[in-house]
């Protein structure tokens, strides 16, 4: 069965500190998704990839294939990036089959 | 460029009324895909189009929930009778080819339905 999990479900930090989020998929897949949903709905993708690492500013994603996991890494956090971040991947077909997501709260 | 629109962003009906959600995704994007978001899980597929056509719509409950996508534009989902479970963000998006291709999705804001 195709699966997402990410932990942890809720996390709560203060201003400035280093923030991981985890996700870990059931098997093989083409692509996995990092996304971040505000407060009222819209969803803006942030990361797409098969393998290694990607960086966009104070975000780093990386993926380990053999150990079919994934993190969302947010350097140096600030209270505008409170939101939920959504793990997603492509088990081969065209389908995303989504996490049940990550809610961070960075405290000021 | 401009992004997915969806209208309307809220809607409160009664149980057993009908309801209708609108999409127009972004220009030249060939695939369509509506997501229902019940609070505190991640989206579902309802249907995903491909220009006009139906490409996967195995999660779309069929008796009460319809979508079309005519002139493989902009799409419309209809919920008719809606029930108190039918509460939730529905949310659509649009790719230039399909996700599994490696695409990214880009998703609107969302309409969030209420049912009484």
């Known amino acids: 069965k195709n699966e997402v999990e990410q932990s942890p479900q809720n996390l709560t930090a203060q201003e400035g500190e280093f923030i991981t989020i985890n996700c870990s998929y059931s098997?093989?897949?083409?692509?996995l998704h990092w996304l971040q949903q505000h407060p009222g709905g819209g969803i803006v993708s942030l990361f797409m990839?098969?393998?290694g690492k990607k960086k966009h500013g104070r975000l780093i994603a990386t993926i380990n294939i053999q150990e079919k996991h994934s993190s969302l890494h947010i350097t140096a956090s600030h209270p505008r990036d409170s939101a939920v971040y959504i793990c997603?991947?492509?088990?081969?077909?065209?389908?995303?089959?989504f996490g049940t997501g990550t809610r961070l709260t960075i405290i000021p | 460029e401009a992004g997915v629109a969806q209208s309307p962003r809220y809607k409160i009906i009664e149980k057993r009324q009908s309801v209708a959600f609108w999409c127009n995704p972004i220009?030249?994007?060939?695939?369509l895909y509506w997501y229902q978001q019940i609070l505190g899980q991640g989206p579902k597929l309802l249907i995903q189009?491909?220009?006009?056509?139906?490409?996967?719509d195995s999660q779309l409950p069929k008796d009460r929930f319809s979508a079309e996508r005519l002139k493989g534009v902009d799409s419309t989902l209809k919920i008719q009778p809606a029930k108190l479970e039918d509460s939730a963000v529905y949310l659509c998006?649009?790719?230039?080819?399909?996700?599994?291709?490696?695409?990214?999705?880009?998703f609107g804001a969302g309409t969030r339905l209420s049912v009484l």
């Open positions: 997603a991947a492509n088990f081969g077909n065209e389908k995303l089959t």
């Open positions: 998006a649009s790719s230039i080819r399909p996700s599994g291709q490696g695409n990214i999705q880009y």
């Open positions: 098997v093989g897949i083409s692509a």
């Open positions: 990839l098969s393998s």
């Open positions: 220009s030249g994007h060939a695939t």
């Open positions: 189009f491909q220009n006009n056509g139906v490409v996967d």
